[in-house]
């Protein structure tokens, strides 16, 4: 079989999630949103609840049901500028992305300043030149349709030519939807994920 092209998330992905940049970036958002409602944090975070599942980000949530014209204010204020005081570099995972008998992007939700940030802090950065982030998607970001077929038609791949490696099932499920392979990491350390991929492209 071919070998499919693959395709990386960024956050909780190429770092573990035990790193807290979820949760600081969750933080954020509460404090964004509590400011743009006029309520308290606990009342914006109680607004916003599972809203991400249903559109993707929260702020497509904003977007769509709460008149947020211009997103670059919530993008800036939820994304931490000191991305290496959370993740270190990590040499085996470098070793291994540089090593890849196959061709890669990185994929992600984030903007594209927070993904280069961030590869810089995992020292990773030399390695990712393509990364689709969520202004290239036009804000229509993983898990909906239109981001997947954005990239696949700008990389020229059908579905199936291509391997998601991600750590929230609801994109994975919606890669999968289109035929696309799937490599499910959740709270998977880096290293194990690192050793199923092997297996799956057996090199």
Known sequence: MKTPFLLFDLDNTLYPASSGVLQEMNRRMGVFCAEYFGVDEDE???????????????????????????????????????????????????????????????????????????????????????????????????????????????LGLRADEALLIDDNKANLNGFRSLGGRVLPVYDMPVSCWMNELTEVLGF
């Open 44 to 154: 914006a975070n109680d607004m916003r609840r599972g809203k991400h599942t249903i559109f993707g980000t929260t702020l497509q949530w904003l977007r769509v049901c709460h008149g947020l014209m211009d997103p670059e204010p919530f993008i800036q204020a939820i994304h931490p500028v000191d991305m290496d005081s959370f993740v270190d570099p990590n040499p085996a995972l470098r070793s291994y992305i540089a090593n890849l008998p196959g061709e890669y992007v990185l994929l992600t939700n984030a903007p594209l300043e927070h993904a280069e940030r961030t590869l810089k802090a995992l020292d990773l950065a030399d390695l990712f030149p393509r990364i689709w982030d969520l202004r290239r998607m036009g804000y229509r970001v993983k898990p909906h349709r239109e981001a997947y077929e954005r990239v696949l038609g700008d």
